[in-house]
């Protein structure tokens, strides 16, 4: 069974960095757009960035020019660098893919668990 693991989160003051790590653990041939979204108390689930398997990305306006997406095909693993952090950042940060290939076939909408960002000013 498919899973995504996220770790990197925690606590750090405001204008620190921190760096997110997810990983499909899994018989995987191939993943398409993975992508980050965030939760924060009281709020609705919120797209931070996404990147295709071409290398193409998107982000949410709010963290243009501060957060940067990446991922390693060959580790089956995708990445959040967080630089410049606000204590409007504060959430739980998700790892989610949208279609993985297996050897059970295809995987829609899979989401890891979940990791918490906690900025403090």
């Known amino acids: 069974q498919v899973q995504l693991v996220e770790s990197g989160g925690g606590l750090v003051q405001a204008g620190g960095s921190l760096r997110l790590s997810c990983v499909a653990s899994?018989?995987?041939?191939?993943?398409?757009?993975m992508g980050w979204y965030r939760q924060a108390p009281g709020k609705q689930r919120e797209l931070v960035a996404t990147?295709?398997?071409?290398?193409?990305?998107n982000y949410a306006d709010s963290v243009k020019g501060r957060f940067t997406i990446s991922r390693d095909n060959d580790k089956k693993a995708v990445y959040l660098r967080m630089n410049s952090l606000k204590p409007e950042d504060t959430a739980v940060y998700y790892c989610?893919?949208?279609?993985?290939?297996?050897?059970?076939?295809?995987?829609?909408?899979?989401w890891g668990q979940g990791t918490q960002v906690t900025v403090s000013s």
């Open positions: 990147i295709d398997s071409g290398g193409s990305t």
């Open positions: 989610a893919v949208d279609r993985l290939t297996t050897n059970r076939g295809p995987q829609l909408n899979i």
């Open positions: 899994g018989i995987i041939f191939t993943i398409g757009v």
